[in-house]
């Protein structure tokens, strides 16, 4: 067998093994499930002239509770600097308020407006009615387990406010 030959086998044996690996590996799969997902949500946000990332810090945001725009950055996982022009766009939109931190001049504090609210339920009502292709084989009963499991790992604002 020539040398060209048994490369093109390896090459071979190695892609499978990493689609094998990775069909098998829960992060992979919640990666390609986040971004089918993320489709769907990008045409609910843009109908209100919002992308997927504003319309997400808008449902992350509480109208009885502020937070300092350090933890918003820490729930996106994202540079401060990121979160800066988000909020901008929210705040000019008046989806949110935007005031100084009483204890730290320095600091912002975000907050969801009514206006802000209305939208969030909006959201609400758009993706209880969405049936992304990625969840239609599931029943009734493995959405609920995948909902409990999923909200089981997911960080509440709380978990942030100590960030």
């Not at 504003?54 to 994202?78: A, H, R």
Request: with cysteine; net charge positive; proline share 3%.
């Amino acid at each position: 067998m020539s040398s060209i030959y048994n490369v093109r086998i390896l090459m071979y044996n190695t892609i499978n093994m990493t689609k094998a690996n990775l069909q098998n590996n829960l992060y992979w799969q919640l990666l390609k499930v986040a971004i089918n997902a993320k489709h769907g949500l990008m045409h609910i946000a843009e109908k209100h002239n919002l992308t997927v990332m504003q319309m997400y810090t808008l449902c992350l945001l509480e109208s009885d509770n502020s937070i300092p725009m350090n933890s918003l950055s820490y729930m996106l996982n994202c540079d401060a600097s990121n979160v800066t022009g988000l909020v901008d766009k929210l705040f000019q939109s008046k989806f949110i308020k935007r005031e100084e931190n009483p204890n730290d001049r320095r600091a912002k504090m975000i907050t969801l407006t009514p206006k802000g609210a209305k939208l969030c339920e909006k959201f609400a009502e758009a993706l209880a009615s969405y049936a992304p292709p990625s969840l239609q084989n599931l029943s009734e009963k493995d959405k609920q387990q995948l909902l409990a499991l999923l909200t089981k790992t997911s960080l509440t604002t709380a978990d942030y406010s100590t960030k």
